[in-house]
Nanobody, 121 residues
Framework: QVRLVESGGGLVQAGGSLRLSCKAS???????????KNWYRQAPGKQRELVAS???????NYADSVKGRFAISRDNTKRTVYLQMDSLEPEDTAVYYC????????????WGQGTQVTVSS
């Protein structure tokens, strides 16, 4: 059974940094490598939005609101996806979710439980 566990969230002042981690268990390495890796966030009263994504080839995309401040990366050997968040703003406050989409299995989506990020002004 595939399980994603996020960590690294917390309370930080505006301008600060956090690094989120998402570790996948129960997933063979080849599937982890080939999956699309995404970070979403959901602020209170708002829809979940895609923040950053990485394809199996390593191509990355970011929401306009985080470009130049956030960076997604991966460590295949650790089956872990990271989101480095710098220059944090109060508007970044949200629950952040890790998502892996397994394109070898009908685009099955796997989700983590979410980690809270709170940025104080």
């Amino acid at each position: 059974q595939v399980r994603l566990v996020e960590s690294g969230g917390g309370l930080v002042q505006a301008g600060g940094s956090l690094r989120l981690s998402c570790k996948a268990s129960g997933m063979i390495l080849s599937v982890f490598w080939s999956s699309d890796k995404n970070w979403y966030r959901q602020a209170p009263g708002k829809q979940r939005e895609l923040v950053a994504s990485m394809s199996s080839s390593g191509d990355t995309n970011y929401a306009d609101s985080v470009k130049g401040r956030f960076a997604i990366s991966r460590d295949n050997t650790k089956r872990t996806v990271y989101l480095q968040m710098d220059s944090l703003e109060p508007e970044d406050t949200a629950v952040y979710y890790c998502n892996l989409r397994d394109d070898t299995n009908y685009n099955t989506d796997y989700w983590g439980q979410g980690t809270q990020v709170t940025v104080s002004s």
